[in-house]
């Protein structure tokens, strides 16, 4: 990502992000001319999605079921069975 100066117009660098939500960050930006030497800081949000991921809920569930520890795995997979 790409951030400009309003100042000047030369790029600028992002120097920390704190981030408040899955949706909703603040970018510390600072200008490369060191002459201008502006700091500032930017908000990026989510604004709408182009298209759905690719991850279904199944891949999820599948990704999430290898991560368990053995013993967890087969508790879930016993009450699937009985279902």
């Known amino acids: ?4 100066c309003r100042e000047c117009g030369e790029r ?5 992000t704190q981030r408040f939500s899955l949706d909703t960050s603040d970018l510390y930006c600072q ?9 500032w800081v930017m908000q990026m ?3 709408r999605q182009l298209s759905p991921s ?11 079921l290898r991560q ?8 879930i997979l016993d009450g699937l069975q009985q279902a």
């Open 12 to 16: 600028g660098r992002i120097t920390k």
């Open 68 to 75: 368990l520890p053995k013993e967890n795995r087969q508790f």
């Open 1 to 4: 990502m790409r951030v400009f």
């Open 45 to 47: 949000s989510y604004s």
């Open 54 to 64: 690719a991850k279904t809920t199944t891949q999820l569930a599948l990704q999430l």
């Open 31 to 39: 200008c490369t001319d060191a002459e201008c030497g502006h700091c």
